[in-house]
């Protein structure tokens, strides 16, 4: 599996990158070592648990079974990117507020999932939402204020509040 | 009922009344949440420190095998490896739960008694070439003939998995409480079943990490993904030959825990130290889900043969348990794990006579240990399905024969002591049974129509009971430092942790409430032994409970210091003042006070100056009632206990066998006094009952001969978002005199009472009994087939 660097150009969370990377590199750990963004989870690395999710142009994808290259010229976003100016998006303000927290691992990778569905689906109905957490496994604090919380976001952003 | 004993409760301290609390009782922010939300929470593999390196692990191909021998010379050549160990490298270091159990070797020496057991380590400058370097070491080994399961191991002539351990016996009890002969030769109904619970992942989705170095001969310091962070502390100062003085563990944030692997060791945490020494660098090792699903700690695997005999009304009169377990390899926390199988057999049920035989074996499989309602979630689970065919028996309903059983919540002052001397101050066992089961509307949802179509609905119940602040030995004392910064802010200075549970966020509301200020004064500093004060570790729902104690005696005296100061001033005495809403204040005249920044500016600053720390320890964990007795199986394991009572719907396809849990569900939980209700309502949902249905329908370790079948979170599934019931959550107040504000644990005994109530559903949707969990489709569409065959003739 040895090989050349290989260029890599992409934007992450607005900010542009010319990285050097190996070609079986995969997009969560030039995130994490790289970019030393670390908010990003390394959780199976087999796509089961979703923990890594990031979104890529406008995706939620899981960026252990994604390769590095696979993005190159794309926009992607990850956890680091989501507030603005110590601001809380919306998202994170109902994860924080309505109790939807744990131990934390999987968050960041449930936000960006949730974050790619509001884009996407302002104002999804419940099933959509248990859908779309559907790929991202939660150990301990359940799903049950996670889909809440992703609903409370939901109808704040569509009050204009969000971003 | 005869056996039930009253005595005096020694009289608790009452710090407030509850209209008084500011910030205890209501929802509040969880203090990590921000952090982890933003990603800026640093998990154990975020951590990252100059000049690291990586490291991996070397693992047998075999799981029982003589090691001959192990050449890591063309590892050690390979450019970019820095070091290279092998188990011979920890001078024959042996270490175990207890100084009796040191069986296991950081890296195996001589054989092998598991697959994929660690045999070898690199560090390398990075993870690929470590990987590489580990394809290179040379191991031969003797495969030898193992045993895989308890019946296998308990044979005549089987293979030994330990050379000294004859019979493969890792541990067992025996235990005689009353007379159980005579008490079912009394009974009008006696019935024995045997139920079977399987091998678990522990579910959480952060694999083991760590990250060690040295910052001279002497000093090792780790940053490891453990929940109990002074087991490392203190295995690794054994294994080092280390002063503790010397051994720093810095607590990451963990990404959850639920017993075994977080709290105990895996191969990774001797060897980054180890290699880390021998490269002069520090190393960092993260285990890969792989790694974690086929190496690390399991719940046991365990068979329960269970015998009750009760009245014509299904008065349990008396219960024999005989429970087989598989330990696996080592020896790690089995002697625990077994022991609460028989211990709290005598909650949430009046239990006149009790008798246990337990046997453990070792067997080469991955070991087994901890694992959230340890230990009592395999026999509650057996006792309560067994109830429900007792009273399909008698012709008595669920409900009603849980209620007659049930333990009454003993009055103010009084306590409850079991047979085996379990003492309880409170017991809301009945009040959960009652609001569930009025909550699922019971009676109604019973009698109405069971089935559309291809669907079958039933609903079943199920109760439950932990332990809190359990009581293992005679040093589970902990601690806790307040100090008062010059400027108001606070420093809560704890060795305990949190590994989701919440118990930061609580304990720094207990701080604030008995300071008087707000929870965003206070700044909680994680564990870093060279700093904080030693704890037990973050098991047996001990750290609310104990370390909450610790918490509010700190806060106590750091008070008591500020309003001498504050009397002083006044001129009366301190004990006529008190702090609420950040001011100090005369209690007979709140218009004589101070604004809490001032008092505290004066209390330093006022010639000659103080220095204001609180120190606060818990006692009630070794005081209270004395410890239990292994042994005999007598005495006290917790300070107090929850008490949960579940109803729960499910849809049982009749065609393919695939259960499903509706939404319709509903949790009724004394937890004593929720501190922080959202908190307790994510622990019960989240950590017990989620994972409680995936235990009852899906979660199960598939093996042959040793190797783990289905290593990933498809094939060995967890429940997702879509299929985890949205259920409700019902508080039960009792306030324990022992619990901090009268709280007690919320979640490992609610995790024991989603597998016995789905059972009961789904006999009660199709007439079928599932004993042996989970509960997959096929198992329930054999069983549904053998049903109708059996009606045919």
Known sequence: MKGELKDLKLVVNGKPYELKVKPKALLVDVLRKDLKLTGTKRGCLESTCGVCSVIVDGMAVRSCSILALQVNGREVTTIEGLSEGGKLHPIQEAFVNHGAIECGFCIPGRVMVAKALLDENPNPTREEVRLAMQGVLCADSGYVKQIEAVEIAAEKMRGGEGR | ?793
């Not at chain 2, 007792?390 to 209620?403: T, Y």
């Not at chain 2, 979170?713 to 879509?722: E, G, H, I, N």
């Not at chain 2, 004993?771 to 045919?792: S, T």
């Open chain 2, 1 to 793: 009922m005869t056996a039930r004993k009253k005595k005096e409760v020694s009289k608790p301290t009452v710090l407030l009344r509850e209209e008084e609390y500011s910030i205890i009782g209501k929802p509040i922010p969880r203090v990590d949440a921000r952090a982890k939300v933003t990603g800026e929470a640093k998990y154990a593999a975020d951590i990252e420190v100059a000049d690291m390196l990586w490291g991996a692990i070397k693992r047998s191909p075999y799981p029982h095998a003589r090691i001959l021998n192990i050449d890591t010379s063309k590892a050690e050549r390979l450019p970019g490896v820095k070091a290279v160990i092998t188990g011979k490298d920890f001078g024959g270091f042996k270490w175990g739960w207890s100084r009796e159990t040191r069986d296991e070797e950081p890296l195996a020496v001589s054989k092998v008694r598991y697959l994929y057991e660690g045999v070898a380590a690199v560090a390398a400058i990075d993870e690929d070439i470590a990987e590489e370097a580990c394809e290179l070491i040379e191991v031969e080994y003797e495969p030898l003939a193992g045993v895989f399961d308890p019946f296998e191991a308990m044979k005549e002539g089987a293979p030994l998995v330990h050379e000294d351990r004859p019979g493969n016996i890792c541990v067992e009890y025996h235990w005689n409480f009353g007379d159980v002969e005579k008490a079912f030769s009394e009974s009008y109904l006696v019935r024995e079943d045997t139920f079977q619970t399987p091998r678990m992942a522990k579910g959480y989705l952060e694999p083991p990490a760590v990250v060690a170095y040295w910052t001279d001969s002497s000093h090792l310091t780790v940053i490891p993904a453990k929940g109990s962070p002074y087991f490392p502390y203190r295995i690794l100062a054994n294994c080092f030959n280390l002063p503790l003085s010397n051994v720093r563990i810095i607590q990451p944030f963990i990404g959850a825990d639920f017993g075994g692997t977080k709290n105990d060791m895996v191969a990774c945490d001797f060897a980054a130290p180890m290699l880390a020494r021998k490269a002069g660098k520090p190393v960092k090792i993260v285990y890969t889900m792989f790694d974690e699903l086929t190496t690390c700690l399991r719940r046991h695997p365990m068979w329960i043969t269970i015998k009750t005999g009760v009245t014509k009304d299904g008065i349990i009169k008396a219960i024999q348990t005989k429970v087989i377990s598989d330990g696996g390899a080592y020896t790690r926390m089995s002697p625990l794990s077994n022991f609460l199988t028989g211990i709290c057999m005598t909650l949430p049920y009046h239990l006149p006579n009790f008798k246990t035989d337990v046997y453990c074996y070792f067997t080469n499989n991955p070991s087994s240990a901890a694992m959230r309602g340890h230990g009592i979630y395999h026999t509650r689970f057996a006792g309560d399905v067994q109830l429900d065919m007792i009273a399909e028996e008698l012709g008595i309903d669920p409900v009603e024969i849980r209620l007659r059983n049930a333990i009454k919540n003993p009055k103010p002052g009084e306590i409850y002591e079991t047979i085996n001397k379990l003492t309880l101050a409170t017991c809301g066992i009945e009040e959960c049974i009652e609001k569930a089961a009025e909550a699922i509307n019971w009676k109604e949802n019973k009698a109405r129509q069971r089935v559309k179509g291809n669907k079958a609905y039933g609903i079943g119940f199920g109760c439950g009971t932990y332990l809190s602040g359990t009581k293992l030995s005679g040093h589970n004392a902990c601690a806790a430092l307040v100090r008062i910064c010059e400027d108001g802010s606070v420093n809560y200075i704890t060795g305990a942790t949190d590994v989701g549970q919440g118990s930061d966020t609580v304990t720094c509301a207990l701080v604030a409430e008995v300071l008087g200020i707000g929870l965003e004064d206070i700044d909680i500093k994680r564990v870093d032994t060279v700093h904080t004060p030693v704890d037990p570790g973050t098991y047996g729902s001990r750290v609310t409970v104990l370390a909450g104690e610790a918490a509010i005696n700190a806060a106590l005296d750091a008070k008591r210091q500020l309003l001498e100061v504050a009397a002083r001033e006044f001129g009366v005495k301190p004990e006529d003042m008190d702090i609420k809403n950040k001011k100090a204040f005369v209690k007979s005249n709140p218009e004589m006070s101070i604004p809490w920044q001032r008092l505290v500016r004066m209390a330093c600053y006022t010639t000659p100056g103080m220095v204001i720390i609180g120190r606060g320890q818990s006692s009630r964990g070794i005081t209270t009632y004395g410890l239990a007795d292994f042994t005999t199986g007598i005495g006290n394991i917790g300070t107090n206990y929850s008490f949960t009572a579940h109803a729960q719907e499910v849809e049982v396809d009749i065609e393919t066998g695939v259960v499903r849990c509706t939404d319709n569900s509903v949790i009724a939980h004394d937890c004593g006094f929720p501190l922080n209700p959202p908190a307790v309502d994510t622990q019960v949902v989240g950590g017990a009952y989620h994972p409680g249905v995936g235990a009852a329908l899906y979660c199960e370790f598939k093996m042959d001969k040793g190797l783990t079948l289905n290593p990933n979170l498809v094939d060995y599934k967890l429940p997702r978002a879509y299929e985890a019931p949205m259920t409700r959550v019902i508080h039960v107040i009792t306030k324990d005199p022992f619990g901090p504000f009268g709280a007690k644990e919320a979640s490992e005994g609610s995790t024991c009472t989603a597998p016995p109530a789905v059972i009961n559903a789904i006999h009660d949707a199709t007439g079928v009994w599932i004993k042996e969990l989970p509960a997959k489709p096929e198992k329930v569409y054999w069983a549904l087939k053998e049903k109708m065959e059996r009606e045919k003739k």
